[in-house]
């Protein structure tokens, strides 16, 4: 009687934890949904900076970045200039992203970190996906490209 007790026990422990365990999957799952709806949308370059120094103002006025989903199409003074795949957690500090991109046949891809502040996107990541930024800084740091892009 008391293996049968013991085994009741197990068995309700792991659909009591179980379930928890489902719910708590499903509410980073929610997090995460709603984390990539902010991202939706025509986003224009305010600023950028790599390896430490600002970007050219023609080149920052040349950038738009259409979010759709998990794909981001990135035009060039108008055109279309190729598209990536990102994928986010919200659940770290910083919030994380990836970024995975193809170019001239080879594929890459960049891990950085974003955050929202009102209506600004920062983004910042190392060019050669070798080493997550910590930080939004790409001072001393020559493969880590920052950008901070408001909605259009």
């Given at each position: 009687m008391?293996?049968?007790?013991?085994?009741?026990?197990?068995?309700?422990?792991?659909?009591?934890?179980?379930?928890l365990?489902?719910?708590?999957?499903?509410?980073?799952?929610e997090?995460?949904?709603?984390e990539?709806?902010?991202?939706?949308?025509?986003?224009i370059?305010?600023?950028?900076?790599?390896?430490g120094?600002q970007m050219?103002a023609?080149?920052?006025?040349?950038?738009k970045?259409v979010?759709?989903d998990?794909?981001?199409?990135?035009?060039l003074?108008?055109?279309?200039?190729?598209?990536q795949?990102?994928?986010i957690?919200?659940?770290?500090s910083?919030?994380?992203i990836?970024?995975?991109?193809?170019?001239?046949?080879?594929?890459?891809t960049?891990?950085?970190?974003y955050?929202?502040?009102g209506?600004?996107l920062?983004?910042?990541g190392?060019d050669?996906?070798k080493?997550?930024p910590?930080e939004?800084?790409?001072?001393?740091k020559p493969?880590?490209?920052?950008?901070?892009?408001?909605?259009?």
């Open positions: 008391v293996l049968r007790n013991r085994s009741a026990v197990v068995s309700l422990s792991v659909m009591v934890f179980g379930s365990s489902l719910a708590g999957d499903d509410s980073v799952a997090v995460k949904a709603k990539l709806k902010k991202f939706q949308g025509t986003w370059l305010l600023s950028g900076e790599k390896g120094e050219p023609e080149q920052i006025k040349s950038v970045l979010f759709k998990n794909k981001i199409k990135v035009s003074n108008g055109k279309e200039d190729h598209v795949e990102f994928e957690d919200p659940g770290k910083p919030k994380e990836n970024l995975t991109r193809e170019l001239n046949g080879q594929k890459s960049v891990v950085g970190i955050s929202f502040d209506k600004t920062k983004l910042c190392d050669f996906g080493e997550r910590t939004f800084s790409t001072k001393d493969s880590y490209t920052m950008l901070v892009l408001k909605r259009d």
